[in-house]
């Protein structure tokens, strides 16, 4: 049986190496599964430690998706049984779900923080999970059809892996509207909300990896980086524009600015549900935010506000408490019974409507059992 994960070394023309790491589970979309993790973290630190490794490059088999998010499967079955145990009221006692979410996190928090150039070839579905390990990259290329999501409501989750940090500091209120509505992104989008920082052709690539094999690599990461920028932007003048969508957040900035600014999570949700509009692209926003877990808009919101002047590494340290409280509650397992193993589509949220989660019922999902020495992340800095 294959790794879900593959690395491999190319030679450039002076010598140097570029390490690239592609995930290989095409039947599952290449989402990201815990034994993906523990392949990409070690191998990540030995070539962070390689003099040889001039850069890095993260990319996906297959012509459907890079990662279309989190492999639920596991994760399902383990809060069920949670839920059923007499420990379910301690959000540590699902060992299995600490593991994937401290890992997970630990995993994009590296890549955020990786000392050397690292280039995310976003093609096809980049979802959840999938999202966090792009958005860690420094060089992220999306490309005419790449499509890109935080749909996370519907499973009655919030987007973590980060999420809560990138969007909030998304232009206008994009971080909100796209946290409640799990709208799916164009390239053009991507570029908009700061989730991508090039816009080239998917059969580029070819002739990319050419010129990347060609460059005067040398110790210096930052002259390395200048070398990868050069070569992408190059890339990216070259490319045919008419093949990329034009971006509906840029179209609708003005009126997602207006719905998303209502005094309360509550206004702002009744606002996006009854604009009237013939316009599919809202139609679809809206269907996403009227299916979506009540609760799950109310603690994405409050997550955007929490988070905006905390580091990176405090913002995952609260997601993991977040997440695990989301793991021992109603809505998470529900979600995925409804949309991914059932398949119904009939979810029964608890609470069933914003105006039923009480103050106290929000504060709960930020209570830590961990003193700040004994957090899983607490040595991420």
């Known amino acids: 049986m294959s790794q879900p994960v593959l690395f491999e070394e190319l030679l450039c023309q002076n010598g140097r190496r570029i390490g690239v790491a592609s995930l290989a589970s095409e039947k599952t979309l290449n989402a990201l599964s815990l034994e993906m993790v523990h392949l990409l973290t070690p191998q990540l630190l030995r070539w962070a430690d390689d003099p040889q490794i001039a850069m890095v490059l993260l990319q996906a088999q297959g012509e459907k998706a890079f990662c279309a998010g989190g492999d639920l499967q596991q994760l399902y079955r383990t809060m069920r049984e949670h839920h059923a145990s ?58 005419e059809r790449s499509r890109l999501a935080m749909p996370e409501i519907l499973i009655g989750l919030f987007p973590d892996v980060g999420g809560s940090w990138f969007l909030s500091r998304a232009p206008g209120k994009l971080g909100a509207f796209l946290a409640l509505t799990g709208v ?74 207006q719905l998303c600014s209502a005094p309360t999570p509550q206004e702002t949700v009744a606002a996006i549900l009854a604009l009237e509009t013939e316009q599919p692209w809202w139609h679809k926003a809206q269907a996403n935010l009227k299916a979506g877990a009540p609760g799950s808009a109310l603690l994405s919101l409050e997550l955007q506000r929490r988070v905006r002047h905390r580091s990176l590494a405090e913002v995952f340290r609260l997601e993991l408490v977040v ?46 059992p961990w003193a700040a020495e004994a957090h899983p992340l607490a040595d991420l800095t």
């Open 86 to 143: 007499p420990q379910r009221d301690d959000i540590r006692g699902n060992r299995y779900a600490e593991e994937f979410f401290e890992h997970e996190y630990r995993l994009d928090y590296r890549l955020h923080t990786f000392p050397k150039p690292l280039l995310c070839w976003g093609h096809g579905i980049v979802m959840g999970g999938g999202i966090g390990l792009m958005a860690g990259c420094n060089h992220r290329v999306v490309t």
């Open 184 to 257: 799916s992104m164009n390239a053009n989008d991507a570029l908009l909300v700061g989730l991508a920082d090039y816009r080239l052709t998917h059969e580029s690539k070819r002739q990319v990896l050419a010129t990347l094999l060609q460059q005067p690599w040398s110790d210096l990461p930052d002259a390395n980086d200048a070398l990868l920028t050069h070569a992408l932007r190059e890339s990216e003048q070259a490319a045919d524009a008419s093949q990329f969508a034009p971006s509906s957040l840029r179209e609708h900035f003005d009126l997602i600015n």
């Open 323 to 368: 997440a695990l409280h989301c793991a021992a509650r109603p809505d998470f397992v529900e979600g995925i019974r409804a949309l991914i193993i059932d398949k119904d589509n009939q979810p029964q949220w608890q609470p069933a409507r914003l105006e039923d989660a009480s103050a106290a019922w929000l504060q709960g999902f930020f209570a830590d």
